[in-house]
């Protein structure tokens, strides 16, 4: 059966995922990382995608971004996968692929799901046992978010900036709603959405999608029952 084409509308917000091929490291060190993180600053500028949160993962990206254009998206994901793995080849004297096929995205609801995903992300090293607190991770937005850096990737959302009328206050907002954690089935919803395509939201969100791309939505009631995930 074809795979279904990428569900991909311009001014809703996507988490992307792209993983390394068989799980394998996409960066090996800082300057791997700093590489990767200047690619998406430029190829972001490019074709016009706001990313609102992010984490570079070992073996794994996490993105939360906004294209301004249907295309947007994807060229972005394409400029940056070929352009970092070029780099990654030569650096390292290795050859071949470095990622797991295409990536995974999905579109999300923003009132229900856009501050839980940037959670989701800005939390992903503390569930990797990677460090105790999430500031305490360098390769993510999250330091960003609560006022401690200034990260030329992110764009803030609408709805971060709703959470308070100064800075002060937004960062407050945002450092509570982290440490107030995700539930089980936030994670699971997130996850399975965005490994599996599918559109994340309300019946109503989906209702006003469905008027803007022909792509179904949504999986068909038939067929075998989905694994559990992890990441």
């Known amino acids: 059966m074809a ?36 690619l998406l600053i430029e190829q972001a500028g490019i074709f016009k995608v ?9 073996n794994h990206l996490h993105l939360l971004a906004t294209p301004e254009t249907d295309d947007g998206l994807p060229k972005f994901m394409q400029a940056v996968g070929r352009s970092y793995v070029r780099y990654f080849n030569s650096r390292h004297g290795r050859s071949g692929t470095l990622w797991e096929g295409r990536y995974r995205s999905n579109l999300i609801e923003s009132e229900r799901y856009l501050l839980a995903c940037m959670a989701y992300i800005d939390l992903n090293p503390v569930r990797a046992a990677m460090v ?9 937005s999250h330091r ?4 401690q850096v200034s990260d030329k990737l992110v ?21 509570a709603l982290i440490q107030r954690g995700l539930s089980d089935l936030q994670r699971d919803q997130l996850t399975r959405s ?11 969100f989906m209702s006003e999608l469905k008027h803007l791309t022909p792509r179904r939505l949504v999986p068909g009631k038939a067929g075998r029952p989905m694994k559990p995930v992890s990441l």
Not at 5 to 32: E, K, M, S, W, Y
Not at 144 to 147: E, S
């Open 132 to 140: 105790a607190q999430p500031a305490d991770f360098k390769w993510s």
């Open 50 to 58: 706001a990313v609102h949160a992010y984490v570079i993962m070992d």
């Open 194 to 204: 965005a490994l599996s395509g599918w559109a994340l939201g309300s019946p109503g």
């Open 144 to 147: 960003h978010c609560i006022g």
């Open 3 to 38: 795979r279904q084409p990428r569900l991909t509308v311009a001014g809703f917000p996507h988490h992307v995922i792209q993983r390394g091929n068989d799980r394998q490291a996409i960066v090996r060190d800082d300057a791997d990382r700093e590489r990767l993180l200047a």
């Open 155 to 175: 764009t803030p959302h609408a709805l971060f900036w709703g959470l308070g009328n100064t800075p002060f206050a937004r960062e407050a907002a945002y450092n």
